[in-house]
């Protein structure tokens, strides 16, 4: 797939898409892209977005207002994402700004992982 960015525009081959936000990064998976807006000037927290080759939002990530570990509910994810990371073919890591990561498929946006794991045995801030 063709695709280039600048600002708010996302390119996929002649057609030209436009974000509420500045893109900062898009990572290609199989004819999908993911797509991460700039935290700074984010209206959402939810700022990873998946979108098909013909520029269709397939998936946005989900809000995540509470997590859960060992049956205990936690405060969810209350940052916007600060960094993608492709792992495979299949799945990409999630970073926001207070250090929690977590696994996603790139198809769904789905949860691979808990994102609490990555706040375990950490100093909350």
């Known amino acids: 797939m063709t695709y280039k960015f600048q600002n708010k525009e996302l390119k996929i081959g002649e057609k030209s898409f436009e974000f509420d936000n ?3 990064e898009v990572i290609e998976f199989d004819g999908l892209l993911v797509v991460r807006t700039d935290y700074y000037e984010s209206t959402a927290n939810e700022n990873v977005y998946g979108i098909n080759a013909n520029g269709k939002i397939e998936w946005q990530i989900e809000k995540l207002t509470k997590l859960t570990h060992n049956g205990i509910e936690y ?3 209350s940052e916007p994402y ?3 990371i492709k792992l495979s073919d299949k799945t990409l890591k999630l970073m926001n700004w207070d250090s929690t990561s ?3 498929y790139a198809r ?3 949860l691979k992982t808990n994102p609490m794991e990555s706040r375990l045995g950490k100093r909350p801030w």
């Open 102 to 104: 977590f696994e996603v």
């Open 75 to 77: 405060n969810g994810i």
């Open 108 to 110: 769904t946006g789905e």
């Open 82 to 84: 600060t960094s993608i």
């Open 22 to 24: 500045e893109i900062k």
